[in-house]
């Protein structure tokens, strides 16, 4: 598990370090320590000293994963199935399944699997209090999004945008009485939360304008409620945007317009640019490893030749789920490519 806190209460925190999840000078920045549950023998024989051997296996265990990922990652396809399955599961006692944050309102438990950017995501988010994320479609953002606002124990609320988000959206309402309903981007906005707006990208610019002073100067204008027109940025209030394009425009993804420069300059040092966790991936599809493998190795035609297809981990977990209830890859992979070109189908044939 990781515990996230501040630096100055963690014992033994160095002022000098500058990386990020470690001991740092900055004011609000986090701390992360790593601590297994079940720490492999020889590592617990190899010290007598419990601070250090915290110290040591959050080092030696973060290297030791990262050697494993590489050669599953690049040998994979060369290796007997049983021989992966072996390295998975020394890699799953590498990894914690647990992750614990302390934040200014309390601390939380992320149990289960996380993407390798989640601890970006956290501490973007504690610093900046707001982030952008920008990935491929099914890449994870908004279980992102959802697991960092559970490690801060603040609520979560989102809005999927369109064209045709209003003001009102994420202002609120005045109905004809003269009654205020609000939205849950100023309820999150003035009690706290992660607030998600997604597929950002696809969002009308000019409506995203009306929340440039509430990420910038700490308060929005709130004109339909007229008892209190100005709506307070709460201190644990987090903004996250989350999109297929970085506001430029997308000729994969329709529809994904330019969003205004204004809007964007609010995310220019939290941006975190999400792509596909193959790991995490490997891990959520351990009993299919093959069926995983299959769709890694579509994907990696479907990059190399330029093709405008997804293989999202969305796809790979359903890939798995239908192996798991008796599917054949070759039927998985006929429904999964029958809206394909021919020549697209045949780019991938083995």
């Known amino acids: ?58 080092m030696f265990g973060n290297m030791f994963s990262q050697s494993i990922e590489t050669i599953i990652k690049q040998k994979a396809e060369d290796m007997r199935p049983e021989v992966v399955a072996i390295l998975q599961a020394e890699l799953q006692k590498l990894k914690p399944t647990n992750i614990r944050i302390t934040g200014r309102k309390g601390t939380g438990v992320v149990e289960g699997y996380t993407h390798k950017d989640f601890r970006e995501a956290v501490f973007l988010s504690e610093q900046e209090r707001q982030l952008m994320m920008v990935g491929p479609a099914g890449s994870g953002k908004t279980t992102l999004a959802k697991q960092v606002a559970k490690a801060f124990e603040i609520p979560f609320t989102s809005i999927s945008c369109s064209a045709g988000m209003s003001e009102a959206h994420l202002l609120g309402r005045m109905l004809f009485d003269g009654t205020y309903v609000p939205s849950d981007f100023i309820t999150a906005y003035e009690n706290g939360g992660v607030f998600l707006f997604d597929e950002i990208d696809a969002a009308d610019s000019n409506t995203l304008l009306v929340v440039n002073s509430a990420l910038a100067n700490g308060y929005v204008s709130v004109p339909n409620r007229k008892d209190k027109p ?20 997308s000729s994969t993804y329709q529809g994904r317009g330019y969003l205004d420069a204004a809007f964007l300059d609010r995310f220019s040092v939290a941006k975190l640019n999400l792509d596909y966790d193959e790991s995490l991936e490997l891990e959520l599809g351990s009993s299919q490893v093959e069926v ?6 579509i994907r990696k035609i479907v990059t190399s030749n330029r093709l405008k297809r997804i293989v999202s981990t969305r ?36």
């Open 1 to 58: 598990m990781y515990t996230i806190g501040d630096p100055k209460k963690a014992q033994g925190a160095n002022p000098q370090a500058t990386m990020p999840f470690e001991e740092t000078a900055v004011e609000d920045a986090v701390v992360v320590e790593e601590v297994k549950e079940e720490a492999p023998q020889k590592i617990e024989a190899s010290t007598q000293q419990p601070q250090a051997q915290a110290a040591d296996l959050g």
């Open 230 to 249: 100005h709506a307070q940025r709460h201190e644990d209030f987090i903004c996250v945007v989350a999109g297929n394009s970085w506001g430029h425009g």
């Open 292 to 297: 995983v493998k299959r769709m890694h190795q």
């Open 315 to 350: 796809s790979i977990v359903s890939a798995v789920r239908q192996a798991e209830a008796g599917r054949s890859m070759a039927q998985i992979e006929s429904v999964f490519t029958t809206d394909w070109a021919e020549d697209d189908k045949r780019k991938i044939k083995k």
